[in-house]
């Protein structure tokens, strides 16, 4: 099953994917509660079975697609997670995952104009898959991590560098509003087999990533299974697995206005965003002259 946020005249509204178009989850069944992603998950097994028998029927006019998880309570990310990448940023790698975090302002929808700040000259890309954890859930073995993944997701990490390098924190250069693409649907677990699937992404049509999934440092069970061990995991939590090698910042070659980034993940979809340049500038420039020094290093 393929489930989109969609913007409407009434706000953002779940609709399932059908064999016709999209149908709105929350209408077609009679319950407002699975009208949004969060509801549907909060319902269980039941939202679920309730999304999946929706008869088919056409789309109301043009999608506009909003994040494929609109609400995410938490949002993990995992950093240096494929060999390559670690390699190319002559980082080292160990078996304890690399994770950080980022914020729900950052999410933008999968075909949004993503706003980088224009006093920054070192805005990257990273492809990923995304998983969607389905239920609440606390110490989960590795053998039994995938029961409480809901779907998965493409997203692109945004990344401002300078910003990320400048301390020993990544959370500034991570966060910037609007920098965090997912979609363009969220496809079920039961449809999907994330073990070995190919992530790609192109720039302005130019293939710069590419890898599977099973090259991951810390698989997706394990990932699971290593959160869960110091907090709660819930419905609608959102994790971000790592990027593959060829990042930009690798070949000191950056986004700039007008760039056109493509992630694709084998199985779930493709999102395209066009980079556009947030005019406004910080209060202080002190944070601009300290992040550029971070450049220089």
């Known amino acids: 099953m393929r489930l989109a946020t969609l ?9 399932v994917r059908t064999e ?52 995410p309570p938490k949002i993990f990310c995992l950093g240096r997670n494929y060999q390559e990448h670690a390699d190319e940023m002559n980082k080292t790698t160990s078996a304890w995952p690399e994770v950080f975090v980022r914020f729900p302002c950052c999410l933008a929808g999968p075909f949004d104009d993503v706003y980088l700040p224009s006093f920054s000259s070192r805005a990257d890309y990273e492809g990923e898959l995304g998983v969607v954890i389905g239920a609440r859930c606390r110490h989960v073995p590795a053998e039994q991590a995938l029961e409480v993944v809901a779907g998965y997701v493409v997203l692109n990490d945004v990344s401002v560098r300078d910003w990320q390098h400048r301390g020993q924190q990544w959370t500034p250069g991570k966060n910037f509003e609007g920098t965090l693409p997912v979609g363009p649907e969220l496809v079920t677990a039961d449809e999907l087999d994330q073990a070995a699937l ?7 049509g130019e293939l710069v990533q590419h890898a599977r999934t099973s090259d991951m440092i810390v698989g997706v069970p394990e990932l699971i299974s290593f959160l869960s061990t110091f907090v709660t995991l819930e419905p609608g939590d959102l994790i971000a697995t790592g990027t593959p090698s060829g990042v930009g910042t690798a070949r000191d070659v950056f986004l700039d206005e007008g760039d056109v980034v493509e992630v694709t993940v084998e199985g779930i979809g493709t999102i395209r965003n066009r980079m556009r340049k947030d005019d406004r500038r910080p209060a202080s420039d002190r944070w601009v002259r300290l992040a550029e020094e971070a450049v220089s290093r």
């Open 20 to 71: 016709l178009g999209y149908v709105d989850v929350g209408r077609a069944t009679g319950d407002e509660r699975l009208s949004t992603l969060a509801g549907l998950l909060g319902a269980g097994a039941d939202g679920l079975e309730a999304a999946a028998r929706v008869a088919p029927g056409a789309s109301n006019g043009v999608a506009d697609f909003a994040p494929a998880v609109p609400a």
């Open 7 to 15: 913007r409407t005249v009434e706000g953002l509204r779940l609709h």
């Open 198 to 204: 190919v992530i790609e992404t192109h720039v302005n």
